[in-house]
């Protein structure tokens, strides 16, 4: 599998302007040229590292959760990555072979590597190779019932794509969380369209998405627009946002998405 990280630098000063980004009610599209060093955050748990943020609760945006693509240089990392007790997350490395341990063990990680810790879990993560090491974080705080939930490590080479019904295959979601294990209250999956294969219709619901294209290109539906994206491009979609898309080529059009699930609406 090919995953897609931002490797940042910046634009000369001939390039024209006009891009891809936009802001809107329902939605957010932040392309992947936008991912420049300039706009890079330093985290203050980390060592030798950099990040893109691209999601955080705010007025306007999304409300549930954030999402960086963080980039650790060797040698860099963190002994204590979370700094909220009552957050959880999901690691996706889209690049190098990041350490991570947890639970009195220490894993090699690949492209692929698919982490998810549990509100309080102790876990470090650190580059102990030559070459950079990039991932996907998604955090949320979790809201939690009797039973938390635990602590894991899978890869997307370990899941099983459950194919949709009616599409012979061609659009197939990696689930890494049973979807009735109410013990978790967001899902991050991957979802895969091979070339020419769409969403039909225009899912509206109370969900609200982080999608970050690993792979392929595409043309979204958001809302009333038609979008282009493309590997590396980041998209947000807020509650009840309309949603389809049909899928380029030549290869499979595949995203990590985020979405806030299996909890009553407060009041």
Request: proline share 8%; with cysteine.
């Amino acid at each position: 599998m090919n995953y897609f990280s931002p490797t940042g630098g910046h634009p000369e000063q001939q390039q024209l302007l006009t891009g891809r980004a936009v802001v809107k009610d329902a939605y957010t599209v932040i392309p992947q040229g936008v991912m420049q060093d300039i706009v890079t955050s330093v985290l203050p748990e980390f060592t030798r590292t950099r990040s893109w943020i691209l999601a955080r609760p705010i007025a306007g945006f999304t409300s549930t959760f954030a999402q960086l693509a963080v980039e650790i240089s060797p040698g860099g990392g963190s002994d204590a990555p979370e700094p909220q007790p009552n957050v959880q997350g999901v690691i996706f490395v889209t690049a190098g072979a990041p350490s991570l341990s947890f639970q009195n063990k220490t894993h090699q990680l690949s492209p692929g590597s698919y982490f998810y810790y549990a509100p309080g879990e102790n876990w470090q993560i650190k580059n102990e190779t030559e070459q950079l090491v990039s991932f996907q974080w998604i955090r949320k705080a979790h809201e939690l019932l009797e039973e938390p939930p635990s602590s894991f490590l899978s890869h997307d080479n370990e899941v099983t794509p459950q194919a949709m019904p009616h599409t012979d295959g061609k659009w197939s979601t990696s689930r890494f969380v049973d979807s009735d294990d109410l013990r978790h209250d967001m899902h991050v999956n991957i979802v895969t369209f091979q070339p020419g294969a769409s969403i039909p219709f225009a899912e509206t619901h109370v969900m609200e998405h982080g999608l970050y294209v690993l792979q392929g290109k595409a043309v979204y539906r958001l809302n009333d627009d038609w979008v282009e994206v493309e590997a590396g491009d980041f998209v947000s979609m807020r509650a009840f946002c309309p949603q389809a898309c049909y899928a380029g080529g030549p290869q499979p059009f595949r995203y990590l998405l985020y979405k806030d699930v299996n909890r009553q609406v407060r009041l």
